[in-house]
């Protein structure tokens, strides 16, 4: 069987769209650690560690304001909301299906705009440890081939599965890797309280993007006045926020209560063998413009738990992405028409 990451066309990320040079971000990893590259592509020599090393008597950091920090922060994350309240792609669900869908899909097209949403402070979903708090990873083959893919060591342990000898080693190594892509931005400690729908002209509804707010914010509703949420258009939205919980199986939940689907399924008990099939064979376009994936899916459809094996959720992650660029070549001709009516002067 030919690795996963082949399915898609899997590329480095490309130039700048705009001006054809390496963005910033290729430039300071091209350079030596001793380097800094400036945002106007100047460099400048750095410290290292060794040069400090027993020096400390004299120690001092550069010098800063309090209000420079701030600023900092405040104008990229401003400028990200800004940038992404019109994505191309939402994934929703930072755990390791939503994250391997974000790898695939921003190696594959680094022209789109991918933003994700987890309504944790900590992305990873469960995969930072492999089950019941113990440390090892277990992925049955052929999912093999996705660590190859991200460079994640692992020990060939059986015919039929491998182990990672932890599982935070593949969560940080898939995480550090996606959060990297210049065409993609994680808004983490943000939730999604709704999904945006249109009318699909044919009595059903489709989506066209997801209604979000800061976790802490949603999580206070009942003890505080309104606090209206935010909004991203999208012309797909990937829903991987796992099985029934606090935030769980959120767009399955949904689109129940609103008549997209006419009831959950409903997770069944484990069955490892029975499950892991199920989920990647399963991963789809529920309803137009929205892909569930990963454990949310098993309470759509009625797919068995499967426990502490991870294998699916990276090969469903790989699917979602094959699916969702199909998907979005035939939504943005009618999202961008959307678009254009909606358009005032003055206004992007």
């Known amino acids: 069987m030919a690795p996963p990451a082949a399915l898609l066309d899997l590329q480095e990320p490309a130039a700048n769209c705009q001006n054809g040079t390496a963005p910033v971000s290729t430039k300071i990893a091209a350079v030596p650690h001793t380097t800094a590259v400036l945002a106007n592509g100047s460099s400048t ?3 290292t560690i060794e040069e400090m090393a027993g020096n400390w008597a004299d120690f001092k950091f550069a010098p800063i304001r309090e209000s420079q920090v701030s600023r900092a922060m405040t104008r ?11 994505s191309d792609i939402v994934i929703v669900g930072a755990g390791s299906c939503g994250l391997s869908t974000a790898y695939c899909l921003a190696k594959a097209r680094p022209d789109l705009k991918i933003a994700i949403i987890e309504a944790s402070v900590s992305p990873g979903g469960g995969a930072w440890l492999g089950g019941q708090l113990f440390s090892a990873m277990v992925m049955r083959k052929p999912a093999d081939a996705f660590l190859r893919e991200i460079g994640v060591p692992y020990e060939d342990a059986d015919d039929d599965f491998v182990v990672v000898k932890h599982a935070a080693l593949f969560t940080s190594t898939i995480l550090s890797k996606v ?3 210049p065409n993609v931005k994680l808004f983490n400690a943000t939730v999604v309280e709704d999904l945006i729908t249109r009318a699909d002209g044919k009595g059903g509804i489709r989506l066209a993007g997801v ?19 935010n909004t991203i258009n999208a012309p797909v939205v990937i829903s991987t926020t796992g099985h029934d919980g606090p935030f769980g199986a959120f767009s399955a939940k949904r689109l129940v209560s609103m008549g997209g689907l006419p009831a959950l399924g409903g997770m069944r008990g484990l069955d490892m063998n029975t499950a892991e099939d199920a989920i990647v064979k399963g991963t789809r376009e529920v ?4 892909i569930i994936g990963g454990m949310e899916l098993s309470e759509v459809d009625g797919a068995n738990r499967m426990g502490p094996t991870f294998g699916a959720m990276v090969l469903s992650g790989v699917k979602a ?4 660029l199909m998907i979005f070549e035939l939504r943005k001709k009618e999202c961008s028409e959307e678009m254009s009516s909606a358009r005032r002067p003055g206004l992007e």
């Open 45 to 47: 020599k750095q410290k």
């Open 76 to 86: 990229r994350y401003f400028a990200d909301l800004d940038k992404y309240a019109e």
């Open 179 to 181: 959060i990297q892509f």
């Open 211 to 229: 209604v979000t707010n800061w976790t802490l914010v949603s999580m206070h509703h009942d003890d505080q006045s309104c606090m209206d949420p």
């Open 287 to 290: 309803v137009p413009g929205l």
């Open 321 to 324: 992405a094959e699916e969702a």
